[in-house]
């Protein structure tokens, strides 16, 4: 029986090279080119369309614990974006266009994996939808009849992209935060404290992209535009994406006032992102706006932050606990759709979709990891959240069992991290 994988992003892709593995036939469909999204550039596979990073790979960190039990579970795109990393400190930051290109060229390669590029306009079964929040309007269409339930929806924003041979590097300085990474990763932009406020009042005060629909819906928390933070308060910015903490200036031995920093986007540094700056100010308020920043006076913008609507499900309403639709044990929903954040909590859900599509078509049980491992805390919350108040969420050990006991606050992540990966190890060897 060939399972049918619809989307090809990072959930439908690791969905499809699970069940391959596992000895079944996959066809993968990808509407792109023959229909557009507003946020894709090109026709790859797994091409990443916000940050260019998976974060964290500290196993102390939630992303990062979330990575480490992904690769033994056997991961197809983590590997990948090892092949792919740009220098990021402790971030699995990758060069998008090599990460697309060997997620692309694994996947057409494989021999039980079939890609098909048409739009998809009914429910698979089985199968996994793995369409993300750029469902196209027919089937999101489809999806809302069969779960009877409307899908909320969100605006995501992105951060420009600048050239680096643009930028004044005399204003600059490379340093990770804290010496992480390689200890220079990272490009700093600092401002004083006079240049930190005039920045502030201009970005409140700059020309936004205006919308009815930008009214109707709410923003993710993670990923808000960087103006609509800095109207939280003057100083939201300087404990948020600007914060200097851990960035010295090695000019002067002494933390900024406030600091800009730019993420490598490419292997050459040719390209790079300006970290936590997603906006929807118009493209001449942004060359005015950030152009405030020192050493951005003359950049050349190669992409533009923008805006783009996200659409997720009410998770908690409408899918079983493994996330299969009602009535229906062989479709599986992955990815963003489900309300996770983030790249690497969405390619965890199509691995996972993919496991449990496998072991159903086998006749077995689906099957979720224990809740104090950082995955099978996410699934607890997607069926546990109130449906009511449900938004998407991003891993974080707020999600995972406690641990038994008094345990001292610095060694909490450690010890928590470290039962996570052991019961990973145990439940993996089970399956």
Request: with cysteine.
């Amino acid at each position: 029986m060939t399972a049918t994988i619809v989307g090809g992003g990072l959930a439908g892709c690791e969905a499809a090279w699970a069940l391959a593995e596992r000895g079944i036939p996959v066809t993968l469909f990808e509407m792109r080119p023959v229909v557009r999204t507003p946020a894709h550039q090109t026709e790859r596979l797994a091409e990443l369309v916000c940050s260019n990073t998976f974060k964290s790979t500290e196993v102390r960190n939630a992303h990062g614990l979330l990575k480490a039990e992904l690769r033994l579970l056997g991961s197809l795109l983590l590997p990948c974006a090892d092949l792919a990393r740009v220098p990021g400190g402790s971030a699995l930051a990758v060069d998008r266009a090599v990460f697309a290109q060997e997620v692309d060229g694994r996947i057409t390669a494989h021999p039980l994996i079939t890609v098909v590029r048409e739009e998809v306009r009914s429910l698979p079964s089985p199968g996994v939808v793995a369409t993300g929040p750029l469902t196209s309007p027919a089937l999101a269409d489809v999806i809302a009849d069969t779960l009877g339930e409307t899908s909320l929806a969100f605006f995501d924003a992105i951060a420009p992209i600048v050239a680096n041979e643009s930028l004044d590097h005399d204003a600059l300085y490379a340093m990770s935060r804290y010496g992480k990474g390689d200890g220079d990763d990272y490009l700093n932009a600092p401002m004083s404290p006079a240049e930190y406020r005039a920045f502030i009042d201009a970005l409140v005060a700059a020309d936004q992209h205006q919308g009815h629909d930008f009214d109707q819906v709410a923003y993710f928390e993670g990923c808000l535009p960087i103006e609509e933070t800095a109207r939280r308060g003057p100083e939201t910015l300087r404990f948020g994406p600007m914060k200097p903490v851990g960035l010295p200036d090695p000019r002067t031995g002494r933390e900024p006032h406030a600091v800009v920093q730019f993420r490598r986007e490419d292997r050459l540094g040719n390209m790079w992102n300006l970290v936590g700056f997603q906006t929807r100010l118009r493209i001449p308020e942004q060359k005015k706006v950030f152009g405030m920043i020192p050493g951005m006076a003359g950049a050349e913008y190669l992409r533009y932050g923008s805006l783009h609507r996200n659409s997720y499900l009410k998770t908690p309403a409408v899918l079983s606990p493994v996330l299969t639709a009602p009535g229906d044990d062989l479709l599986f929903f992955a990815g963003q759709l489900t309300g996770v954040e983030g790249y690497t909590e969405s390619l965890a859900t199509g691995l996972l979709a993919g496991i449990n599509l496998a072991r159903r078509l086998a006749g077995r049980d689906a099957v979720l990891p224990p809740p104090t491992t950082m995955l099978g805390a996410l699934y607890r919350y997607l069926r546990e959240a109130d449906p009511r108040h449900f938004q998407p969420m991003n891993a974080n050990f707020g999600l995972v069992d406690p641990l038994p006991g008094k345990v001292k606050k610095k060694e909490k992540k450690d010890l928590m991290a470290e039962r996570a990966l052991i019961d990973m190890e145990r439940w993996v060897a089970e399956l």
